[in-house]
């Protein structure tokens, strides 16, 4: 069974400063992995994803993650901390295996918030 | 245009109520999704459809009935709600091949009194 670990439910950070959201995996095989931002009411977009290849991926708004299979990670970053990043952030594994059909296993989410 | 809709956005409704919610997907998907996000913020999938086949159903109670008339809808119909169904139900869809990258819709807030 996979599971994911978001190490720190809330992370507060000063505008302009480096973001740093961390995430953990456990998983059987090397699974698809995935960053989703929840703004207030409103649903999840997808930031980026790691499937296979170069290990660190670029998403939107600037963010960033690096897939390190030894440490079992997929941690997410950005330089610099915007007022508008203020949102929740999911990580989030697939199994690239056929049965899977694509379910996603969420970890419990950590809560940014971005101070002037 | 909306990728993934649901209706409604927000539904409130006393114990023993029968409802549904509804979701449409309009980028030509073939898999769609139930997700539970309770109020813990913790997300957890219910069921998934492929070409209106079910083919995820996690531990779900049984009062919990997907349904799928064609490939761009998922409906979710819940009978005899209870206190504990109070949740953010999110709809999702996306490719059966590759990756299987989800679109999420905005999501229905049920409330249970």
């Known amino acids: 069974a996979q599971s994911v670990t978001q190490l720190g439910s809330h992370v507060s950070v000063s505008e302009g400063a480096l973001v740093l959201l961390r995430c953990n995996y456990s998983?059987?095989?090397?699974?698809?992995l995935f960053w989703y931002v929840q703004y207030p009411n409103q649903g999840l977009q997808l930031l980026l994803k790691y499937t296979t290849g170069a290990t660190l991926v670029k998403g939107i708004n600037g963010f960033e993650a690096e897939f390190k299979k030894s440490e079992t990670s997929f941690h997410l970053t950005k330089p610099s901390a915007h007022m508008s990043d203020a949102a929740e952030y999911f990580c989030?594994?697939?199994?690239?295996?056929?049965?899977?059909?694509?379910?996603?296993?969420f970890g419990q989410g950590t809560i940014l918030t971005v101070h002037p | 245009d909306t990728a993934v809709s649901q209706t409604p956005k927000y539904l409130v409704t006393q114990m023993g109520n029968d409802k549904s919610i509804k979701c449409e997907q309009n980028l030509g998907h073939d898999t769609m999704y139930w997700y539970k996000q309770d109020s813990k913020k913790f997300l957890k999938i219910m069921f998934s459809?492929?070409?209106?086949?079910?083919?995820i159903n996690e531990t779900v109670p049984n009062r919990f009935s997907p349904k799928s008339p064609d490939k761009a809808h998922l409906n979710l119909h819940i009978n005899s709600l209870e206190l504990g169904d109070s949740a953010v139900y999110f709809c999702?869809?996306?490719?059966?091949?590759?990756?299987?990258?989800?679109?999420f819709g905005p999501g229905t807030r049920l409330t249970v009194t």
């Open positions: 459809y492929n070409n209106k086949e079910l083919i």
């Open positions: 998983s059987s095989v090397p699974p698809y």
């Open positions: 999702a869809s996306s490719q059966s091949s590759g990756v299987h990258e989800q679109y």
């Open positions: 989030a594994v697939s199994d690239p295996g056929g049965t899977s059909y694509g379910k996603l296993t």
